[in-house]
């Protein structure tokens, strides 16, 4: 069973920069594995931000691209969401997830979610 628990959201201005972690239980879970964040607004559905692999390949959304960067330590165990250039349109509950997988393609599902973590963005 993997525990992920999501970090460092809040409120900022447009244009404001913040950055979301995610910590993962287990040994070396960031590492051989594929992660991604989602973000899911009221009365919207949820939607990928962001995956990463266990070789670091990287998937962005169109809406993110150049604004968002995903990394990982996995020393730490631990995945990480910078995201710059906040627009208001960016304001959702930020879900870190994981499946047990090395890489993301493919049909599996995300098997773990974290909490989440809110992200609020004004204009």
């Known amino acids: 069973q993997v525990q992920l628990v999501e970090s460092g959201g809040g409120s900022v201005q447009a244009g404001g920069s913040l950055r979301l972690s995610c910590a993962a239980s287990g040994y070396n879970t960031v590492r051989y594995t594929c992660m991604g964040w989602f973000r899911q607004a009221p009365g919207k559905e949820r939607e990928g931000v962001v995956t990463?692999?266990?070789?670091?390949?990287?998937n962005y959304a169109v809406s993110v691209r150049g604004r968002f960067s995903v990394s990982k330590d996995n020393a730490k165990n631990t995945l990480y969401l910078q995201m710059n250039s906040l627009k208001p349109e960016d304001a959702a509950m930020y879900y870190c997830?994981?499946?047990?997988?090395?890489?993301?393609?493919?049909?599996?599902?995300?098997?773990?979610w974290g909490q989440g973590t809110q992200v609020t963005v004004s204009s």
């Open positions: 997830a994981l499946k047990e997988v090395l890489y993301c393609s493919g049909d599996s599902q995300f098997t773990y």
């Open positions: 990463i692999d266990s070789s670091g390949n990287t």
